[in-house]
Nanobody, 121 residues
Framework: QVQLVESGGGLVQPGGSLRLSCAAS????????MGWYRQAPGKQRELVAN???????NYADFVRGRFTISRDNAKNTVYLQMNSLKPEDTAVYYC???????????????WGQGTLVTVSS
């Protein structure tokens, strides 16, 4: 079994920063991609940023230049550094991991439990 544990959400003022982290653990043979999505009240879940293993980071237009995604492959952890936060960034942020798991060698997509980010003065 593979588990994801997210942390780092909270309340921040406009213009502030937060760092989210998501650690994957369990019977992982290989991680193919790690990323972050978000869902604001009344809206659909949308991609924020992701990194396919061996590839370059991919960002949604609305966060490019403000957010940075990174991975620590040794720890199976993905981070999202969020700077210059705006009220419209308020949402529940979800970690997403695509991996190949043991002992089945099957591809598996997992979602984290979500962490609330609130940007407000």
């Amino acid at each position: 079994q593979v588990q994801l544990v997210e942390s780092g959400g909270g309340l921040v003022q406009p213009g502030g920063s937060l760092r989210l982290s998501c650690a994957a653990s369990g019977s992982i043979l290989r991680i193919n991609a790690m990323g972050w999505y978000r869902q604001a009240p009344g809206k659909q879940r949308e991609l924020v940023a992701n990194i396919i293993t061996g590839g370059a980071p991919n960002y949604a237009d609305f966060v490019r230049g403000r957010f940075t995604i990174s991975r620590d492959n040794a720890k199976n952890t993905v981070y999202l550094q969020m700077n210059s936060l705006k009220p419209e960034d308020t949402a529940v942020y979800y970690c997403n991991v695509n991996s190949v798991v043991l002992p089945t060698y099957r591809h598996q997509e997992l979602w984290g439990q979500g962490t609330l980010v609130t940007v407000s003065s």
